[in-house]
């Protein structure tokens, strides 16, 4: 009774701790959900949610009717195309698409049911923003629990989860959330479930102490037939698992198969929940996941065991994360291989900032790290301090044990559920100071490591300044760690004062004595590191005043746009740009071209993501050549009263806040001809696509094709055709090697005998629609969509299919071979095998679901006869 109350109170103590740390967000973060603009990466994020909204009702209108309505309307939902930027980019093809359809779904949803009050979906967003923020204590609160520690030490671990401090480095940290920092809605998509992912996958993949049989195909069965339970044989009399696990039906390893199983579901259940709602931190938490992995044989091997053990270990570490690893990419493969498939189409921009991809190098890194900027920005280096302690204890006692046999768990139990041996034999949490060592070291990035980084999967173009993520994960498994060993040291002292015989002294510490020591460190520790998080929302919350304010005095005359643009023709809007008069051009505090894109309107030169092959060229768009805004089809000028208009800018509408103007354009569509090939790598092209932008040459309606590859062609191309070396170099038909500053490639020629003519017609920014006469003679001709090429866009002339091709700048070039009148149509179709791999593996997904029930369902009816 007295060990069961002393339990209970432990965790209601642990309770309090996470209530008030959850409570403390709500509270402080409150005016989060009550903005009405963004001046940050929310725009993007929203963006997305709105179109996904769009997309949805789209997708019921193909999708009606059909048996498949499921998958062909998630097919949709999964990927579609995004105008609003960059000349159109199918962003959920290569980017994470499941907290927007979540986000849509639920709004849907709860209006549907009343429960709204007339909510819009942009205040929706925001609430779910605001949510996850403040709840992420609880993820860290079952995760640290999860990983053995006790209850107490969950709650400090709460308590403390969302207080780091950075100056804007894009960590887990407050600044890369609020209104007033980055806005990285996306992260924290993602980092709900990233304590979970590591917590579980460090659970399954440090219970491998059963030994290896010696026969990797054996192991490979064994391990796979603990996983998924219908492989199980059915025990016998004769031939039942052994007590260690090492019979022909055993669980791989010292504790029961149900364990290790359901550790294993989880881990893939939170590692792809995590990959899903960002995957650069999905590719994070696998990496963990790997370092998990290689732990166990890097214990062994520090306590000097035996090779074969050695061996042994890593042999079922690498079976095990290869099967966690392996099963995770299945049940995402719909997204994860088209994705590796499309990468000539996902470009790598040279206007990103270098540090983004290199990161800092070691010497910044540990500058930063020392001086506390990477935990504690603008306080004592607190939680500098915790991780690095927490990063120390288990080394020290792992190395202080060395040649001792480490006390083994009991049978069916885990080391880390042993309490306060966990922290006495080391072992298992040496795991998380591997981790901080890891994710220190790869957050020195290619500055420091250069190529050689890029022997890990997906790096060569991964932001590597975003690793300190990684860096911050293993932070928050390390402070509660510290506070263990500081408050032992504690109640130890204060055991020393309290208790006078030796007897005493050496007996199991009172948990009222290590919740008073966890509480005194706490109350010391505590404050000082939510006084910075409190005095940084300060301004934050002044500014959200602010800009609702400023937002509410100019509402009415940008509502009276949105219902102009609605009535006007399909086009683009100009609103400026960053570098010009654009920069001053503002809705509260938020730029014009950034506002209007978040609500769905197509605009130009303002990048919230430089994945589309359009976004480095688009740069090179000259503000007073008309044939430029042709090009791009900015067909509409959206301006303050203060700025000269062009002189082929047209009037249209004009307010006290703003003028519209109309700019000479042919619409979605123009009429072409290919005049060259251009075969080429995707880092190549922006240099050549510069040279056509600034000639006369589009004005001609020249259009070379761009062609990726190194496949021979035919000695009778039709076209003359270079190969690009690099950004400069190219080789000629003859083979001989020029540059394209002193032999410009590129050359006039006649222009197509075609004209558009009637009225093209747009469907949801997905199908398109015109009609063209091309007179006879005209060789090569096309008919060009001004949308990003992606091979996922399909066309049809009068009916019949015609495969798409790609031209400058990166536009949809639609070949039309015979004179006369044409029908055109061009729309965007979800990858097919992206439908396929989701149908597969959402197949297997229900069926492992619906295994157990049925085994259960069968189970209660046979206990009725």
């Not at 042994?312 to 990419?329: E, Y």
Request: aromatic share 14%; proline share 7%; net charge positive.
């Amino acid at each position: 009774m007295k060990l069961g109350f002393i339990k209970k109170l432990d965790f209601l103590l642990a309770l309090g701790l996470l209530i008030y740390a959850v409570w403390f967000n709500l509270n402080l973060y409150r005016l989060e959900p009550t903005v009405q603009v963004d001046p940050n990466d929310n725009n993007f994020q929203f963006a997305l949610v709105d179109r996904s909204n769009q997309i949805w009702d789209y997708a019921s209108r193909k999708c009606s009717g059909r048996i498949d309505f499921p998958v062909c309307h998630f097919s949709y939902m999964a990927d579609h195309w995004v105008s609003n930027w960059a000349q159109g980019y199918n962003l959920p093809f290569y980017y994470s698409h499941i907290p927007q359809i979540a986000i849509v779904a639920s709004f849907r949803a709860l209006s549907a049911l009343g429960l709204l009050g007339g909510m819009t979906l942009f205040t929706f967003y925001h609430w779910v923003i605001y949510l996850l923020l403040c709840l992420f204590p609880i993820p860290v609160f079952l995760a640290i629990r999860i990983v053995g520690l006790p209850w107490l030490y969950a709650g400090a671990a709460a308590l403390l989860a969302t207080h780091i401090s950075t100056d804007g480095l894009y960590g887990l940290d407050p600044p890369s959330f609020l209104w007033r920092g980055w806005g990285l809605s996306s992260q924290l998509f993602a980092m709900i479930f990233l304590p979970l992912a590591l917590a579980y996958a460090f659970r399954y993949l440090s219970e491998v102490s059963g030994s290896f049989v010696g026969n990797l195909t054996y192991e490979l069965s064994r391990q796979v037939r603990t996983i998924l339970p219908f492989l199980q044989p059915k025990p016998t009399a004769a031939g039942g698992a052994g007590k260690n696990g090492n019979g022909p039906g055993a669980s791989a390893g010292t504790i029961d198969g149900t364990s290790v199983r359901t550790h294993f579901w989880l881990a893939v259940v939170f590692l792809s929940a995590t990959i899903m709602g960002h995957l650069g931190i999905g590719v994070m938490a696998m990496l963990s996941a790997a370092v998990f992995a290689v732990t166990p044989a890097t214990v062994r091997f520090l306590r000097q065991n035996h090779f074969r053990e050695i061996l042994d270990t890593a042999t079922v570490s690498l079976i095990r994360i290869a099967l966690l690893g392996g099963t995770v990419i299945f049940f995402l493969s719909y997204w994860i291989i088209p994705t590796f498939l499309g990468n000539d189409y996902h470009n790598i921009s040279f206007w990103d900032p270098i540090w983004k991809f290199n990161s800092y190098g070691w010497k910044e890194t540990l500058i930063r790290l020392f001086d506390g900027n990477l935990f504690d920005f603008g306080r004592f280096p607190i939680l500098t301090v915790l991780a690095l302690i927490g990063a120390f204890v288990p080394v020290f006692l792992l190395t202080r044990s060395n040649g001792q046999k480490p006390s083994e768990p009991e049978e069916g139990q885990h080391a880390a559920d042993a309490g306060t041996e966990t922290i006495a034999s080391a072992g298992p949490l040496f795991s998380f100071s591997v981790l901080f060592l890891f994710w220190l070291l790869m957050y020195f990035g290619r500055s420091t490591w250069g190529g050689l980084i890029d022997m890990i999967p997906s790096m060569s173009e991964f932001h590597m300044s975003r690793f300190l993520v990684g860096l911050h994960a293993a932070g928050i498994f390390l402070f509660p760690i510290a506070l263990y060993a500081l408050s032992q040291i504690l109640s130890d002292t204060l055991k020393f004062f309290l208790y006078p015989t030796s007897r005493a002294r050496k007996a199991a510490t009172p948990i009222w004595l290590t919740a008073v020591s966890l509480g005194a460190i706490l109350v010391f520790l505590v404050p000082p590191v939510y006084r910075q998080t409190i005095k940084y929302n300060e301004l934050n919350d002044k500014l959200i005043v602010q800009a609702n304010e400023n937002y509410a005095k100019q509402a009415p005359e940008i509502n009276t746009f949105f219902a102009t643009f609605r009535n006007l023709p399909p086009g683009r809007v100009f609103a400026g740009r960053g570098g010009g008069w654009g920069k001053d051009f503002n809705i509260a505090e938020t730029e014009m071209f950034m506002y209007i894109s978040t609500f769905g309107i197509p605009t130009a030169l303002w990048l919230p993501e430089t994945w589309s092959p359009n976004s480095d060229t688009e740069q090179y768009f000259s503000e007073d050549q008309a044939k430029d805004y042709d090009l791009y089809n900015l067909r509409f000028v959206l301006a303050p009263p203060t700025v000269k208009p062009q002189p082929f800018w047209t009037l249209m509408q004009r307010t006290p806040a703003w003028i519209l103007y109309s700019a000479p354009s042919s619409g979605y569509f123009t009429v072409g001809r290919r005049s060259m090939t251009v075969v080429s790598d995707k880092t190549s092209l922006a240099n050549i696509i510069r040279l056509w932008i600034q000639s006369e040459i589009p004005k001609a309606g020249l259009y070379p094709e761009i062609q990726f590859g190194d496949e021979d062609k035919p000695q009778l191309w039709p076209v003359p055709l270079i190969r690009m070396k690099d950004e400069v170099t190219y080789l000629t038909s003859q083979g001989k090697r020029q540059n394209i500053w002193e032999f410009n490639p590129l050359y006039p020629g006649d222009g197509p005998k075609a004209v558009l003519s009637g009225q093209e017609s747009v469907d949801t920014d997905m199908q398109f629609r015109t009609r063209v006469d091309v007179s006879e003679g005209c060789s090569e001709c096309l008919v060009v969509l001004k949308q990003t090429y992606h091979p996922n866009w399909r066309a049809t002339v009068d009916g019949k299919v015609v495969k798409p091709i790609t031209v400058f700048p990166f536009h949809i070039g639609v070949p039309i071979a015979d004179p006369g009148s044409h029908d055109v149509v061009v729309w965007y179709q979800p990858m097919p095998l992206k439908t396929l791999l989701f149908t597969v593996s959402g197949i297997v997904a229900l069926s492992l679901i619906a295994y157990p029930l049925i085994v259960r369902i069968k189970s209660r009816r046979a206990k009725r006869r």
